[in-house]
T-cell receptor, first 116, second 113 residues
Framework: AQTVTQSQPEMSVQEAETVTLSCTYD???????LFWYKQPPSRQMILVIR??????QNATENRFSVNFQKAAKSFSLKISDSQLGDAAMYFC?????????????FGKGTKLTVNP | DSGVTQTPKHLITATGQRVTLRCSPR?????VYWYQQSLDQGLQFLIQ???????AKGNILERFSAQQFPDLHSELNLSSLELGDSALYFC????????????FGPGTRLLVL
């Protein structure tokens, strides 16, 4: 079964600085998708960024970028120029298009605090 | 705003009762997913529907059931409620099955007393 591990339960960063959140996953599949979701205090789950495993280029969305290392099964999220509004729980998620289910498998999350 | 709506936002009920949670997917999305978020279990996949048909089941209890209607909205029915069913229940939708990301609704917060 696929598993997703986020080894940092909590992280903090100073406003305007850069922070990297870690995620590793375990799978025997070669084709899959990875996502980062943000959950602010409102509890809404917001898609931040996604990465297709077959793409070598790392995904980027404005201040958010990933470092995807397929061989190491690592998928970290880098937030540049951190803002107060970035404070939230961040969840890494995995999905395979195979097996008859497109369910997301989530990590336990990392709570990010942004200090002014 | 993801375009996925869920009602009600909050629900307080007693043990043994039955409740229905409703989800309307984004316009055009055929696939609907239900997830449960609790403190001890984290985010868990419950069930998926695609164009009216059940596609996959996850950690869904037998006391729980769901369906997707012809207009593509979905309902999650929770019966014989227990204290441990208290959680945040999310609905998510996606256009198709393959590579599409899932967009989440605001969730229904269920408290069983």
């Amino acid at each position: 079964a696929q598993t997703v591990t986020q080894s940092q339960p909590e992280m903090s960063v100073q406003e305007a600085e850069t922070v990297t959140l870690s995620c590793t996953y375990d799978t025997s599949e070669s084709d899959y998708y990875l996502f980062w979701y943000k959950q602010p205090p409102s509890r809404q789950m917001i898609l931040v960024i996604r990465q297709e495993a077959y793409k070598q280029q790392n995904a980027t969305e404005n201040r958010f970028s990933v470092n995807f290392q397929k061989a190491a099964k690592s998928f970290s999220l880098k937030i540049s120029d951190s803002q107060l509004g970035d404070a939230a729980m961040y969840f890494c998620a995995y999905r395979t298009p195979q097996g008859g289910s497109e369910k997301l498998v989530f990590g336990k999350g990392t709570k990010l605090t942004v200090n002014p | 705003d993801s375009g996925v709506t869920q009602t009600p936002k909050h629900l307080i009920t007693a043990t043994g009762q039955r409740v229905t949670l409703r989800c309307s997917p984004r316009s055009g999305d055929l696939s609907v997913y239900w997830y449960q978020q609790s403190l001890d279990q984290g985010l868990q996949f419950l069930i998926q529907y695609y164009n009216g048909e059940e596609r996959a089941k996850g950690n869904i209890l037998e006391r729980f059931s769901a369906q997707q209607f012809p207009d593509l909205h979905s309902e999650l029915n929770l019966s014989s409620l227990e204290l441990g069913d208290s959680a945040l229940y999310f609905c998510a939708s996606s256009p198709g099955l393959a590579q599409w990301a899932q967009y989440f609704g605001p969730g229904t917060r269920l408290l069983v007393l």
